[in-house]
């Protein structure tokens, strides 16, 4: 089992590959600076795709997602079902629809079974016992929250001693009103890696998770700080973890550390590794 957190600047990529091989791709974004593409690369594997889980319908999230769409086979994808292909195009009124929010909208209106009169119909999205893995997904649905960020996909990755979510751009009032949930706690407690909600920017820290949760270590997707809202101190909410074999981190970012690959260890734990 392998989880990658891919570089891709202020933009959202990451893959989990289950034991049995399948493979969960959670966002598209790319690198511009590099090249990277989430195509590319799986491409190279075996250009399958049996999930893809999008958390936020902001570009940054959906950047390579036309050339994903175009190269592999998506086997079945996973979205805020709550919301329907219209609302997407309401909420992007303002900023209008980049190519990769235009892909998604496409791919949900495409859906087997979809219905225009009735498209908020569910879609199964990836199974709890998926390869080996147990995964969950959670979301908010309007009028509870009516803001993208609010309304992001959480997902739970737990396989051996790998517990981890990525909360996509969630916003610290979306996690208040998930921690009145139970089960989402339940979830939440076990978390031992937690992705930076919103690329570590302030508007998705929300303290009150770390009352729950206590994780070895904090991963921040994004480029170079620019912005005050970027410098926010989660290093006090980790354990830390043994780093390089010299130093003990408690948090690593894509715009430090590059591409990070976490695997599982036989005792029980996990392993990060930079780049590769």
């Not at 399948?22 to 690198?31: C, Q, S, V, Y």
């Not at 998926?130 to 993208?148: K, L, N, S, V």
Request: neutral net charge; contains cysteine.
């Amino acid at each position: 089992m392998e989880v990658h957190i891919f570089d891709v600047e202020h933009g959202s990529c990451s893959a989990v590959i289950a034991p049995s091989g399948k493979l969960l791709l959670i966002d598209a974004g790319h690198n511009n600076t590099t090249g990277w593409r989430p195509s590319t690369w799986i491409a190279a594997r075996r250009g399958l795709v049996e999930n893809l889980t999008i958390t936020n319908f902001d570009e940054d999230h959906l950047t390579d997602l036309p050339n994903v769409r175009r190269v592999c086979q998506i086997t079945s994808f996973t979205v805020n079902w709550s919301l329907s292909p219209d609302w997407i195009r309401r909420a992007k009124l303002v900023q209008g629809m980049g190519p990769g929010v235009r892909a998604v909208v496409e791919m949900m209106e495409q859906r087997p079974g979809y219905d225009p009169r009735n498209p908020l119909r569910l879609s199964p999205g990836v199974p709890s016992d998926w390869g080996g893995c147990r995964i969950e997904c959670f979301y908010h649905a309007p009028p509870q929250f009516t803001d993208e960020n609010g309304l992001s996909v959480v997902t739970f990755v737990h396989y051996a001693g790998i517990r981890m979510v990525f909360p996509g751009d969630l916003t610290a009032a979306a996690w208040r009103a998930f921690l009145v949930n139970p089960t989402f706690r339940a979830w939440l407690s076990q978390t031992n890696i937690l992705m930076a909600s919103h690329h570590g920017r302030r508007d998705g820290f929300c303290p009150e998770v770390f009352d729950v949760c206590r994780p070895y270590v904090i991963i921040i997707s994004d480029q170079s700080v620019m912005h005050d809202t970027q410098v926010v101190d989660y290093s006090q909410h980790a354990i830390g973890i043994r780093w390089n074999q010299t130093e003990s981190r408690r948090v690593l970012s894509t715009r430090r550390d590059g591409k990070l690959a976490i695997t599982p260890t036989s005792g029980g734990s996990f392993w990060i590794q930079a780049g590769g």
